[in-house]
């Protein structure tokens, strides 16, 4: 079983995206985290194979947490959500470590996808340039 984190501060989000990990074969939902502060202590509790990293939350940004994440543990796999795609945002979070970077409106199918592609050593950035 492929073990995914999720972390955003919009629980109807939260909710959402649990609900298509759970109905995913072979993936099951092990945490999640309402803010970037709760990530590490977290994964060292739960250890994923995924983070499901949201880019804005209040306190702790989903790039400072993947940041920190990496840090405690070098092989974490982070894939970054964000409502707002940016070419900067994108480059943030891949000097942060991430390995993958998706629009929050990618769609189920290629979420679950992603994510099996970033649990598997790969990564999943967007297929087409986003706005600056």
Do not use: N
């Not at 945490?31 to 970037?36: A, I, P, Q």
């Not at 939350?57 to 400072?64: H, I, Q």
């Not at 991430?98 to 598997?120: E, I, N, Y």
Request: charged share 15%; glycine share 8%; with cysteine.
């Amino acid at each position: 079983m492929m073990r995914v984190l999720i972390v955003d501060d919009h629980a109807f989000v939260r909710a959402q995206i649990t609900r298509v990990m759970s109905e995913a074969t072979g993936i099951v939902v092990v945490g999640e985290c309402t803010d970037g502060a709760e990530v590490p202590s977290m994964a060292a509790l739960v250890q994923p194979d995924v983070v499901l990293m949201d880019v804005r939350m209040p306190r702790t940004s989903g790039t400072v947490a993947t940041a920190q994440l990496k840090a405690q543990r070098s092989s974490a796999r982070v894939m970054m959500l964000t409502g707002s795609p940016s070419s900067s945002t994108m480059a943030a979070a891949a000097l942060a470590g991430a390995v993958g970077f998706l629009p929050k409106d990618c769609g189920a199918h290629r979420l679950v996808s992603a994510v099996r592609t970033v649990a598997a050593g790969g990564t999943a950035w967007p297929e087409r340039a986003v706005a600056s």
